[in-house]
């Protein structure tokens, strides 16, 4: 009998170029993730609309936020800053449950946020830019409008849904979304959420100045605080990516809404008080 | 962002490498495969009955690791399933290379035939879906010289 191993044909290896098979599967892959969670995070945050806040309410008790604000050291500013919250609840016909509580923060950090449970944090970083009362008030009235359409808990639902998701799949998910720093930090709105406040923020200066004047300004603060750069035509995408509408639409926002509603732009401004110096 | 970037260098490196060494070994496969075409191996479990022979147990044996580029491509493909083309490679070239060494032994030996050849291939990069697979392929069969 003979034996042989004669060259076989090389019919073993797939022919397809691996940078294609690559390619493919690296933008197929990308498209999914992007659905996924785009849908993920849209049904997570409607569901976590329906959550009632009384039990919204119960979540945030768990976290002491009170331990991780200055208020106790600075009485008058707290006081005053919550008198106006109360004032603008009123304005925005807030539920009796939905109780905001602010908390001044002694930083130097150019922010404000609301949280779940009603919690409002102004830091001192932005309250000294503030030149008066009515500009304070459209930034109350914009973290307040955030509560009363239940962003926080909707923002969290959301990324509650795509975290599982990831963890479920095996990717590392930032687990501290569910943890304590979570809740003290800054959550990520949608850009409609924020014009959403950014409206009920006019509509709070409107009955309580019966003005607009003194609002936009707080957008110009962000935007000088931007720096020049951001405003410029290369940094398009920048924009297009940010959750903060622009803050150019936001302050032309203003005069939009001025003009639609019949409302003045033009009126007395309301000092702030001698204390709220920093 | 750092850890993409980390990932990209990786896949970038594991490509231009990986590939590189991949041509060279089918290369040399194929010069190989030649030379050792006098020496017959046989998937049969008869041998042949026209003469008396000595017979040893000859083996081959090859660990091949996997480029980060295959092992990431393979991830993906894991999500979709499908073939994983990056893979075939690999394991062919194990298989391949593992005969070529247990013909080498048997040529060492004098012998004229290897019968009964068989093939296995474990992955010995231990447990854990992170960690990047080694293979290693085993061929083994019985040799004959002729008396």
């Not at chain 1, 003979?2 to 498209?31: A, C, D, M, R, W």
């Not at chain 2, 962002?1 to 990932?7: A, C, D």
């Amino acid at each position: 009998m003979e034996y042989q191993n004669p060259k076989l044909p090389e019919n073993n290896v797939s022919k397809e170029h691996p940078i294609k098979e690559f390619s493919t599967l690296l933008i197929g892959t990308l498209v999914l993730v992007v659905v996924v969670s785009i849908t993920l995070s849209l049904a997570g945050s409607w569901l976590a609309g329906l959550i009632p806040y009384s039990a919204e309410k119960k979540v945030a008790s768990l976290y002491n936020v009170a331990t991780h604000s200055d208020n106790e050291r600075y009485p008058k500013i707290a006081a005053y800053l919550q008198e106006l919250a109360d004032k603008i609840s009123i304005a925005q016909e807030l539920p009796p449950e939905m109780k905001i509580t602010v908390h001044y923060m002694d930083s130097p950090t150019l922010n404000a946020f609301a949280t779940l449970g009603g919690n409002v944090f102004m830091f001192r970083g932005l309250l000294e830019e503030l030149p008066n009362e009515n500009t304070l008030v459209t930034l109350l009235g914009h973290e307040i409008a955030h509560v009363k359409y239940r962003h926080p808990i909707k923002s969290f639902g959301g990324g509650i849904a795509v975290a599982i998701a990831m963890t479920t799949i095996g990717s590392s998910a930032d687990t501290t979304l569910l943890g304590d720093a979570g809740l003290l930090s800054t959550l990520q709105f949608s850009r409609k959420m924020e014009s959403q406040s950014d409206l009920e923020a006019m509509h709070n200066l409107q009955s309580i100045y019966g003005h607009l004047n003194g609002g936009a300004e707080l957008f110009r603060i962000f935007r000088e605080a931007r720096g020049p750069e951001n405003e410029s035509e290369s940094n398009k995408l920048n924009q297009f990516f940010s959750t903060h509408p622009q803050d150019e639409k936001r302050i032309n926002s203003f005069n939009e809404t001025a003009l639609n509603k019949g409302w003045s732009e033009a009126g007395e401004l309301t000092p702030l008080p001698d204390f709220f110096t920093f | 962002m750092e850890q993409l970037i980390f990932v990209a260098v990786f896949v970038t490196l594991g490509y231009f490498f990986g590939r590189r060494a991949e041509k060279k070994h089918f290369k040399s496969l194929i010069e190989r495969e030649e030379q050792m075409n006098k020496l017959p191996a046989m998937a049969s479990r008869m041998p042949p009955q026209d003469g008396e022979y000595d017979q040893f147990l000859v083996s081959g044996n090859v660990v091949i690791a996997n480029d980060y580029f295959k092992t990431f491509v393979a991830g993906l493909r894991n999500f979709f399933g499908g073939k994983i083309s990056t893979y075939e490679s690999l394991l062919d070239r194990a298989r391949r290379e593992a005969l070529l060494r247990m013909k080498e032994e048997a040529d060492k030996l004098g012998a004229e035939l290897v019968f009964n050849v068989k093939y296995e291939t474990s992955n010995i990069s231990g447990q854990g879906s992170k960690k990047p697979p080694i293979i290693e392929a085993h061929a083994y069969g019985t040799a004959l010289k002729k008396l």
